[in-house]
């Protein structure tokens, strides 16, 4: 009998990224990553044709390599204000396009079942299942990538109204006078620890001739530059900040954290960890929540959306037993 495959799609604002994952949160095969943007002017229109064809070339993919029948469907991931219920992604902020029902039209391509869902949500949700929180039903997920989504997981359920809103850790004011956000607002933790705004701060405060990238700001930092330290020094900060008001709020079980920017490993955990428990009010008699990389990493985003297939498909948490390798 052939073992039943989703197709995972994560789209971020740089890149899109699927896999064929399995019903234990494994890959079946290479992930392959193409920019969202292919000639970087397109308007909405293209860059929701084109997920739309990223995601019918592994679909097509995977049932010439595992037979036609192998495929259940498709599981698409977003950032932003995600109405999962109705397949509509309403603010894809770091995408650039609203209100498109690109469920129903992915639905209407493939031939298959296709959910949509937010990207740290659905990350989160499978860290649960698969990984480094399974076994906790109260937990904090966040993603650090382009910009900083979250999952705030309550008894086992990424908490978001019907609306699609809630859970926005990225976009917690924490310097009401500080940087420019994405979504309007000033002094977001993702205007600091965004790997995007990381890159931009930067650039700016060393007057740099041309843009520099999140990753290269760390490794600027590690080399011992100065404007770079900074600048990193106030990623950890806002990160710090935001998970002590949650914590206060919420009191977590564990913090998850994936995402490029947390591949740093230990030059972001460590300096995390301080701040966290330096910021922690005097009230919180329980030591700080553990705060932890996520099991999956770079692959978050794919085998969240893989989950959400699943999910879509009709199968429950406990269906899909087994720890992801």
């Known amino acids: 009998m052939t073992e039943p495959l989703m197709v995972g799609v994560d789209v971020g604002g740089t890149s899109m990224k699927g896999a ?25 229109d293209e860059v929701v044709e084109s997920i739309l064809d990223f995601a019918h070339r592994l679909v097509d993919r995977g049932r010439a390599r595992h037979g036609r029948d192998a495929v259940q469907g498709v599981g698409l991931v977003i950032p932003g204000i995600i109405d999962e219920e109705r397949g509509v992604a309403l603010a894809a902020i770091n995408v650039e396009w609203r209100g ?26 499978a860290e649960g299942v698969w990984g480094r929180a399974r076994g906790s039903g109260n937990y904090l997920f ?19 109204r019907s609306h699609g809103a809630g859970g926005e ?9 500080g940087p420019d956000c994405t979504c309007g ?20 405060r060393s007057n740099a ?8 700001v760390m490794e600027r930092m590690l080399a011992g530059d100065r404007v770079a330290a900074h600048v990193w020094r106030d990623a950890v ?80 948490p406990g269906d899909l037993s087994g720890s992801a390798s």
């Open 237 to 316: 900060w806002a990160l710090g900040t935001a998970i002590v008001d949650t914590t206060v709020l919420l009191s977590p079980d564990v913090v998850v954290i994936g995402g490029g920017v947390a591949e740093a490993g230990r030059v972001l955990f460590d300096p995390l960890r301080a701040e966290v428990r330096d910021q922690m009010p005097a009230f919180h008699q329980h030591p700080p929540p553990p705060i932890v990389p996520a099991h999956f990493r770079r692959r978050a985003g794919i085998v969240g959306a893989a989950l959400r297939g699943w999910l879509g498909c009709g199968y429950s």
């Open 169 to 177: 850790f990225g976009h917690i004011t924490v310097n009401g006078r």
């Open 209 to 216: 001739p041309m843009p520099v990238e999140g990753r290269e």
């Open 20 to 44: 064929l994952v399995d019903r234990r949160g494994r890959f079946v095969s290479r992930a392959v990553r193409r920019p969202t943007r292919l000639r970087g002017d397109e308007g909405s």
């Open 185 to 204: 607002r000033t002094g977001c933790v993702e205007a600091y620890a965004g790997g995007r705004s990381i890159g931009r701060r930067y650039t700016a």
């Open 142 to 160: 966040i993603a650090v990538g382009t910009g900083v989504g979250a999952a705030v997981v309550l008894s086992g359920q990424p908490y978001f």
């Open 100 to 125: 498109d029902p690109i469920g129903e039209r992915l639905r209407r391509r493939i031939g298959l079942p296709a959910t949509l869902g937010h990207d740290a949500r659905s990350a989160g949700l």
